[in-house]
C-alpha cells in the first residue's frame, strides 16, 4: 500500500494520467426542461493500486470562487453517494418516472460547491482495475484522502476555499477518519465537519435502540420488563454485548419487532414504499441492508448474517438489490440510462448503477468500535466546527446513542439543550433541538428518519447554511 501511494504522489508531480477539468464538464445533463446555469463536473479520480473513484461536483449557484468546498458521502458502508444528490440535497431530484428531474429549491449548492463522492471503488459508477472490492475502514480512508488531493490538483482553483467533510449514516466512520487525514495536511483548508444519522459508537447505537424502541411504543410492558430483569443490573442495562440467555432471547424479539415486522427502519412514521409484503415477505434472498452494520444487536449476529447474504449473494449476482423500504428504481433507471451515463463520462469499466453494493458491504473490514480517538483529535485542534446531527426518528442510527457520544466527549458545555428554530413555510418553526459545546454541537432535527435533508429539506438547509457559515444554530 506504501509503494502504491507513493507511486501516485509521483506521477501527480509528473502529471502523468492528467485529465483536464474540461474533459469532465457536463455539457448536457437528460431529464431536464433547462439546463442549469451553474458548472457541473463528472468523471473519475484515481487513487492508489488501480482505484478509480466516480465524483460528480457542482459548483455554487451563489459565487463557486469564495464557496466552500463540501465533501459528500453517503454511507453503508457500500452505498451510493449519488443517493445523496438524486433524493436528498443535490441541486436535481429524480422524479418517480426515472427519467425526469426537478430543481431542488433546497439545494446544498445553493450556497456551496458540493462534491459527491462514490466510494469506495465497486460502489455505483466507481470501480477497480482488479475487480478486487475487499476493503476496510483505514484504506477507504485514506483512498478518501487520496480523491480529494487529486480533485484540488484538477479544480487548482478551488484549493484555497474553506473545505468541509460531511456524511450520513456509516459516513459516521468515513467522515472523522478522512478527517484525521486531512487536518494534517496544511495545504487543505478544512473547516469542519458534519454526520448526519451517523455510526459514531457501535455500543451506544445498540443499547440506545433498545429504549428508543421501547419509549416509541414498540416493545410492550411485557417484553420490557423482562429486559429490566435480564440484561440490567445496578441501574445499568447492557443490550449490546450481554451473554445471558434469557436477555439474548428478548433482543432476538427487539430484533425482530425493529428489523422484521414491516417497519420503516429510516424512518418510524414513514409508510414503507412497495408495502409490507414485498419488502419483508418469503423473497429475502433478494436484500441488502443499506447499513447493515448497524443494524443488528452486536458484532457475532452481523458476522452471521453476513455469512447468510455471501451464500445468498453467490446465487442471485444479477438481482438488483434494494434496502428495506427504499425504492430506488426511479434513480436506478436514470443513472443507468445509456445516455446519461454518456453524459457523465461513466467508463464502460464501470458495473450498472445501484444504490447499495452487496459485495462491498459484505467483505467490508469494519476495524473501529467506535470514533471518539478521532473525534478528541478534530476537537483538541480547537479550530474546526463539528456538527453531529440526527432525524430523532431514525432507527437505523438513532439520536440517542449519538447524543450519548457526543456527550461521552466530555466538552465545555457553551449552550444548554434547547430547541432551534428555522422560517418554514407555515411561518417560524422549531426544527429540533440543539446542545453545544466548544468547538462540537449535536442538534436533532424533529419529525426527520435518517435521510434529514429528504425527510426535512428546509429545516436541512437552514441548518447546513448556519453550520458552514459559522453562525449561531
Known amino acids: 500500500m ?3 501511494v507513493l507511486c501516485y504522489f509521483l506521477s501527480s508531480l509528473l502529471g502523468a494520467g492528467d485529465a483536464a477539468p474540461a474533459a469532465d464538464e457536463v455539457a448536457y445533463l437528460p431529464g431536464l426542461q433547462k439546463q442549469p446555469s451553474f458548472k457541473q463536473y463528472s468523471g473519475y479520480l484515481s487513487v492508489a493500486d488501480g482505484k478509480h473513484l466516480h465524483y460528480w461536483f457542482v459548483a455554487s449557484q451563489k459565487d463557486p470562487s469564495s464557496d466552500p468546498v463540501v465533501l459528500w458521502l453517503n454511507g453503508g458502508p457500500g452505498c451510493s453517494s449519488l443517493d445523496g444528490l438524486l433524493t436528498e440535497h443535490g441541486p436535481f431530484l429524480i422524479q418517480d418516472d426515472g427519467a425526469t428531474l426537478q430543481y431542488n429549491e433546497y439545494s ?3 450556497i456551496a460547491n458540493m462534491l459527491y463522492l462514490e466510494s469506495p471503488a465497486g460502489v455505483g459508477f466507481s470501480y477497480s482495475d482488479d475487480k478486487n472490492y475487499v476493503t476496510n475502514d483505514t484504506e477507504v480512508s485514506m483512498n478518501n484522502y487520496l480523491a480529494l488531493k487529486e480533485f484540488f490538483r484538477l479544480f487548482p482553483e478551488f484549493h484555497k476555499n474553506e473545505l468541509f467533510l460531511t456524511g450520513e449514516s456509516y459516513g459516521g466512520i468515513y467522515i472523522p477518519t478522512l478527517a484525521e487525514r486531512v487536518m494534517e495536511d496544511a495545504s487543505l483548508n478544512l473547516q469542519g465537519v458534519a454526520v448526519g444519522n451517523g455510526l459514531s459508537s457501535y455500543e451506544m447505537n445498540d443499547n440506545a435502540l433498545v429504549y428508543f424502541a421501547y419509549y416509541h411504543g ?28 434469557n436477555c439474548s432471547d428478548d433482543l432476538a424479539e427487539v430484533q425482530g419487532i425493529v428489523y422484521s415486522s414491516g417497519l420503516n427502519i429510516y424512518n418510524l412514521y414513514a409508510p414503507c414504499p412497495g408495502g409490507i409484503q414485498e419488502r419483508f415477505g418469503i423473497e429475502r434472498s433478494k436484500l441488502v441492508i443499506r447499513d447493515l452494520g448497524n443494524l443488528f ?3 457475532r449476529r452481523t458476522q452471521l448474517w453476513n455469512q447468510k447474504l455471501r451464500g445468498l449473494a453467490s446465487q442471485h449476482l444479477s438481482v438488483r438489490l434494494d434496502p428495506p423500504c427504499t425504492n430506488s428504481t426511479p434513480s436506478t433507471l436514470y443513472l443507468n440510462n445509456p445516455y446519461v451515463r454518456a453524459a457523465l463520462h461513466i467508463s464502460p469499466k464501470a458495473q450498472s ?3 447499495c453494493s452487496s459485495e462491498v458491504n459484505l467483505y467490508y473490514g469494519r476495524l473501529y468500535p467506535d470514533v471518539r480517538k478521532q473525534y478528541m483529535k478534530l476537537l483538541g485542534a480547537l479550530k474546526y466546527r463539528v456538527l453531529v446531527y440526527n432525524g430523532d426518528v431514525d432507527m437505523a442510527c438513532n439520536f440517542m446513542g449519538d447524543e450519548w457520544f457526543v456527550e461521552s466527549l466530555n466538552q465545555k458545555v457553551e449552550v444548554l439543550r434547547r430547541p432551534w428554530l428555522y422560517s418554514g413555510e407555515d411561518g417560524q418553526q422549531i426544527g429540533g433541538f440543539i446542545k ?9 432535527v424533529k419529525g426527520s428518519g435518517h435521510m434529514v435533508p429528504t425527510d426535512k429539506p428546509i429545516a436541512a438547509f437552514a441548518m447546513f ?9
Open 436 to 444: 453545544e459545546f466548544d468547538n462540537i454541537a449535536f442538534l436533532t
Open 218 to 245: 414498540l416493545l410492550g410492558s411485557r417484553l420490557w420488563t423482562s429486559l429490566q430483569t435480564f440484561c440490567c443490573s445496578e441501574g445499568k442495562c447492557n443490550f449490546y454485548n450481554n451473554r445471558n440467555k
Open 108 to 110: 446544498w449548492n445553493k
Open 353 to 355: 448503477w445501484v444504490i
Open 297 to 299: 444487536i452486536n458484532h
Open 465 to 473: 447554511s448556519r453550520f458552514i457559515k459559522r453562525q449561531p444554530y
Open 2 to 4: 506504501r509503494v502504491a
